[in-house]
């Protein structure tokens, strides 16, 4: 009993140091991107690629952080419960996160025009079409996250954390490139960069 309490308080400790350097490295890949993406489209094609990221932003905390915390919980819980199984939650949590992922998802594409013209720049519609796709990508990254949370893995989402950020850069910096380089307006570029998220 004693063995396997300590073994699960050494996995936790594990996991919280896997996690933490994992969060070290992405918060250092996704300020690092910024300069030479502001290098690349200038300082209009950065300040419209800020204009959309707050949207963007949130579709990157509901899917790494505020669902993934909620699911590992009711997983971990389940050990204590017989009733609810992990399938049963991440089959209700995947229902949820998809009826919110696509309410969002059809509130940002449908309105993308009446959200664009109350940030003050009709141009940004586009962007605004892009980013509400990540919204629908959201539920199962963050049910995989949520499952190996709760059941004490946090290599996966360490893993898929740094892996995504590192592709996320390289192909933001490789698509502006090329777009610019093709003589593709700003807003292009900008809607690129979104995409490649």
């Not at 590992?72 to 991440?90: F, Q, V």
């Amino acid at each position: 009993m004693r063995q396997k309490k300590r073994e699960s308080s050494q996995k936790i400790i594990t996991g919280a140091v896997v996690l933490t350097l994992s969060g070290i490295f992405v918060k250092i890949l996704s300020a690092a991107y910024r300069v030479p993406f502001q290098n690349i489209v200038g300082d209009i094609g950065f300040y419209i690629y800020q204009q959309v990221y707050p949207f963007y932003g949130m579709a990157i905390l509901l899917g790494t952080s505020a669902f993934p915390v909620i699911i590992s919980k009711l997983i971990a819980e389940s050990e204590k419960d017989p009733l609810h199984t992990k399938r049963d939650i991440i089959i209700v949590s995947f229902i949820f996160q998809l009826m919110v992922g696509l309410g969002i998802f059809l509130l940002l594409y449908l309105g993308a025009g009446w959200i664009a013209e109350l940030m003050g720049d009709r141009q940004l519609e586009p962007l605004m079409k892009v980013v509400s796709i990540s919204f629908l990508i959201t539920p199962f990254i963050s049910c995989i996250r949520g499952f190996y949370q709760g059941i004490g893995e946090m290599i996966p989402t360490a893993l898929s954390q740094v892996v995504e950020q590192f592709i996320r850069v390289v192909f933001i910096l490789a698509v502006s490139t090329y777009m610019v380089a093709r003589g593709f307006s700003l807003y292009d570029a900008a809607a690129g960069a979104l995409f490649a998220h």
